[in-house]
């Protein structure tokens, strides 16, 4: 899918005079969950809107230099670091306020788009609840409503239902946009398998959690999984 | 990987002024210094995890300590070591020990097995430092995979530049690469971490980066894709094909087992040629049940027995009941799995003793100890002062902060500097 702004000017509400901050009204926390260069575009376009994008790729590319057309990464993050060279020249000719409000910037193959070769760069990646700001940290902020972007089709993701279902459960209004046209709906994220177990970092270590999305990453190598 | 702390917070005796004669702080620095330093370290220092939920991991200010006090510390790491160093050589040479530290069943064989011993590329481990009312103490050895070598170097390098009467307590980065360095002699090293684990991703790459600085060739890549060919490690990946010089494991030893079907990976501790670090026995005190087997040993650890709280096994009564007493895994990595009783509400306090009576093997109970609070510009603060020895000998700091008496995610990175006139 490639994205336009009009996803974003779907949600905006028909009686915001044409401001500067798009979703200034209940002033969503965007949750961006795209294909990553999709996901850096819509989030400079939300830069111009008085938002501030906060990448959170958390992929290493493959650090050594490699011949050209070769798929030695799981997760392909050039284009993305593409993307974020790109977009930065724009973001650098903007001047946000301080308390300009986030959006959050997700790679939605970080776990990996295709099943891994075992001889690949194993680059995937599972984002954390403390990757993001708590609840309480929002409502202090007047922050009563966070909205989910992800891939056309697709729901949240099982790492971040982890984070969604906290902020759910600490009073927080979750909508998630579908599709490019459509306008937000509510989201209503249930209870994650191992949600809040404590030990997630033992529990992955002993075995007992793999590929549900909360825990750690000792999961992925396949030949324990 | 950060490393667990434990600690409890009774009301002590002990004042902060007390506190104060060993380990101050500086101001912080100016909002536009620190953004810069922050950044740096970031994009420089491979410190990916500058910001966890709501906390700011580095802090703004430097903790200072006094030389004489790094100077005692350090030659107590160094015991340390040297102790632990012996214990395990005698603990591989018994397996009924073995038995005991809650290590996996097919690691256990693989350490039991009668190959040599896989050499190692050099040894680094950190030993947590608290203060509190009984003077410093231990809250355990990390002498399996130590981290905080970016933070330990590198930021506290960049916060000692914008204090020039202060200085380091040392570089463990530039001590621990050097060590590698020249144990791999210029050949191409293979740093393993586990997949979708970012904290660990920068430590491998902080330390890559400073190996390639010495001339070594690097390869960030998972356990399995190292193979053992006559004992010789190696890498079977698409952009490179052939064999290590040395191998740095950042990679739990216990999770290893998990490769069963995986060829070799015993060749990780014994069998093996190719040097790895940490060493194959470094897991054995890594183990939070290695005190249990003190009474065991022929080796004398003085050094381990005055500065580390009784422990207990689980199967044991006096922590039941006790509040004095905490509970941790045989191989908790993180703070997570340090269970303190009073900051757990009474459900998941419960789960946890259900937990250690189910397999009293993988527990251990350990005696409190009661944390002295420093002042900070951020108010009172609990210290965990991580000294690592490399190649057995004291190399540098990695310091934390926490709000309360417990060392975990959530605990503020803080760079330790020394005064020299002190």
């Known amino acids: 899918m490639t994205f336009s702004c009009g996803r974003i000017h779907s949600c905006q509400p028909r009686s915001q005079p044409g401001g500067r901050l798009i979703l200034i009204g209940a002033r969503p926390w965007p949750i961006v969950d795209l294909p990553g260069p999709e ?14 994008p906060v990448p959170l790729y958390n992929a290493l590319p493959l650090p050594n230099s490699l011949p050209i057309g070769r798929h030695e990464a799981v997760v392909n993050v050039l284009p993305t670091l593409d993307a974020l060279r790109r977009e930065a020249e724009r973001l650098a000719g903007l001047t946000l306020p301080p308390d300009a409000p986030p959006v959050f910037l997700l790679d939605a193959h ?18 954390f609840t403390t990757d993001f700001p ?7 902020h007047g922050f009563k409503r966070a909205l989910l972007v992800p891939s056309a089709g697709l729901e949240a993701a099982p790492d971040l239902s982890h984070l969604l279902r906290r902020w759910q459960e600490g009073g927080i209004a979750l909508q998630i946009l579908r599709s490019e046209n459509a306008r937000p709906e509510a989201l209503v994220v249930p209870r994650p398998s191992w949600y809040g177990a404590m030990f997630q970092r033992a529990l992955s270590a002993f075995g007992l959690h793999r590929a549900s999305g909360g825990g750690f990453g000792a999961w992925m190598t396949s030949a324990s999984g | ?21 060993e380990l101050r702080t500086e101001a912080p620095l100016e909002a536009g210094d620190f953004a810069q330093l922050r950044r740096k370290t970031m994009l420089e220092g491979c410190k990916w995890d500058v910001q966890v939920g709501d906390v700011t991991a580095l802090a703004p200010f430097p903790l200072v300590m006094k030389r004489s006090v790094w100077r005692q510390l350090a030659r107590q790491a160094e015991k340390l070591d040297a102790e632990a160093v012996a214990a395990e050589e005698e603990i591989s040479r018994r397996p009924d020990l073995l038995h005991r530290l809650g290590l996996p069943r097919a690691l256990r064989k693989a350490l039991a097995a009668d190959e040599p011993l896989t050499p190692a590329a050099g040894r680094v481990v950190r030993f947590d430092f608290h203060l509190t009312t009984e003077g410093w103490r231990i809250s355990e050895g990390n002498s399996d995979v130590p981290g905080g070598f970016s933070e330990a170097s590198h930021f506290t390098g960049f916060m000692a530049g914008h204090f020039p009467h202060l200085m380091p307590a040392g570089d463990p980065a530039a001590a621990w690469c050097g060590a590698l360095a020249a144990s791999a002699a210029g050949g191409p090293v293979a740093l393993l971490s586990a997949p979708g684990l970012m904290e660990d991703h920068q430590v491998v790459a902080f330390l890559a980066a400073g190996l390639n600085a010495r001339g070594c060739a690097t390869h960030l890549a998972k356990p399995e894709q190292v193979f053992w060919h006559a004992g010789q490690a190696h890498l079977r990946t698409q952009w490179y094909r052939g064999p290590l010089a040395a191998v740095v494991r950042f990679y739990q030893a216990e999770w290893l087992p998990r490769f069963a079907a995986h060829p070799g990976w015993q060749h990780f501790f014994r069998g093996g040629k190719t040097p790895v670090t ?9 183990s939070k049940r290695f005190p249990l087997l003190w009474n065991d040993l022929a080796t004398p650890l003085p050094t381990w027995r005055a500065l580390l709280p009784a422990a207990c096994d689980p199967r044991a009564r006096p922590w039941f009941d006790d509040p004095g007493w905490l509970l941790k895994t045989a191989y908790c990595n993180t703070g997570e799995a340090v269970c303190i009783r009073h900051l757990l509400t009474p459900w998941p306090w419960w789960q946890v003793k259900l937990q250690a009576r189910l397999a009293p093997g993988g527990w251990v109970a350990q005696r409190c100890f009661e944390s002295v609070p420093v002042p900070t510009p951020l ?12 190649n057995g000998k004291a190399a540098g700091a990695y310091a934390r902060l926490a709000g309360k008496p417990l060392i975990d995610h959530t605990a503020v990175d803080v ?8």
Do not use: K, W
């Open chain 2, 278 to 286: 940490n060493p194959p026995l470094g897991i054995l005190s890594e």
């Open chain 1, 110 to 127: 970080r776990q990996g788009a295709v099943l891994p070769d075992p001889e690949m760069f194993d680059n995937r990646s599972v984002c």
């Open chain 2, 415 to 422: 760079a330790l500097l020394l005064d020299p006139h002190e």
């Open chain 2, 379 to 390: 108010g009172p603060r609990h210290v965990c002062v991580g000294i690592y020895t490399v």
């Open chain 2, 1 to 21: 990987m950060t490393t667990a702390a434990l600690t409890m917070n009774r009301p002590h005796s002990c004042p902060m002024r007390e506190a104060a004669a």
């Open chain 1, 134 to 140: 708590s609840a309480n940290f929002l409502h202090a």
């Open chain 1, 39 to 52: 996901g850096v575009v819509l989030g400079a376009l939300l830069a111009e809107r008085g938002y501030r």
